[in-house]
């Protein structure tokens, strides 16, 4: 019982990991592209942070 609560906190946090890389990648993206492209995707700078979060960890 006690080894399956440790592999579930073990493959936890390297999912939390990963999923942290893809909000890095997908906010540095992002970042590259002009007001005018964020714009077409209904983006503005100060919300990048915001959706690469959402995005990556809550599939929005």
């Known amino acids: 019982m006690a080894r399956s609560g440790v592999f579930a906190s073990i493959s936890g946090f390297f999912g ?9 990648n997908l906010y540095s993206d ?10 077409a995707r209904g ?13 990556a960890f809550n599939g929005k």
Request: net charge neutral.
């Open 16 to 24: 939390d990991v990963g999923r942290a890389r893809n909000a890095s």
């Open 43 to 55: 983006l503005t700078r100060s919300d990048l942070a915001r959706h690469a979060f959402d995005t």
């Open 30 to 39: 992002l970042s590259n592209l002009s007001d005018d492209a964020l714009r």
